[in-house]
């Protein structure tokens, strides 16, 4: 985990339907699998699909006093939305990670823009768009192991499903990579 402090406060957030209850579900696994304490919190409006949606993480090393996120050190929003509402929220010094779409339709300053929903459609299904980003917020956020993550999300979804969220993820944790690596390079 690259939080100093040795607390990683997460938000995901989005439109319901986009599977990012899941996404904070497999983050908090992978975090539990890790030796973290762990506190994973959701909320979502009142309709089924579209409404504001948000899944809340925080990994730490030791107990945790309060489970509420109010500043996250990592922001994923996959939504304008989402971002109008909790783009401001981000701790001193936290990330943003923002979908090309929603930077298409907002400005985003300083966020990491990335494209979460045309990787997942390259991968053939826009449903695995929350295991991109997550891929993508793992690997930049250091919050667990790549093979934790990925046997976190073997245990979340269905059998037949697998490999295509371990495509996604994969898929995400390169584009987390190579966001690395160009500020490494930028950093020189």
């Given at each position: 985990m690259n939080a100093p402090s040795g607390v990683l406060r997460v938000r995901l957030s989005g439109r319901g339907g986009q599977g990012l209850i899941l996404a904070g579900l497999v983050l908090a696994e992978a975090g539990s699998r890790e030796g973290f304490h762990v506190v994973q919190t959701q909320s979502y409006g009142p309709e089924a699909r579209l409404g504001a949606s948000k899944s809340d993480v925080i990994l730490s090393r030791g107990e945790i006093a309060f489970p509420g996120v109010t500043e996250p050190d990592v922001l994923l929003c996959l939504s304008r939305d989402a971002f109008t509402k909790y783009g401001g929220t981000v701790a001193v010094g936290g990330v943003r990670i923002v979908d090309r779409q929603?930077?298409?339709?907002?400005?985003?300053?300083?966020?990491v823009v990335l494209p979460l929903v045309d990787t997942a459609q390259s991968l053939g299904d826009t449903i695995v768009t929350n295991i991109v980003a997550l891929g993508a917020?793992?690997?930049?956020?250091g919050a667990a192991g790549r093979s934790t993550l990925r046997d976190a999300l073997r245990g979340r979804v269905k059998p037949h499903l697998v490999e295509m969220n371990e495509r996604a993820l994969a898929a995400g944790w390169e584009l987390g990579e190579a966001v690395t690596k160009a500020a490494l390079a930028a950093a020189r």
């Open positions: 929603v930077a298409a339709e907002v400005a985003v300053g300083d966020a917020l793992v690997s930049l956020s």
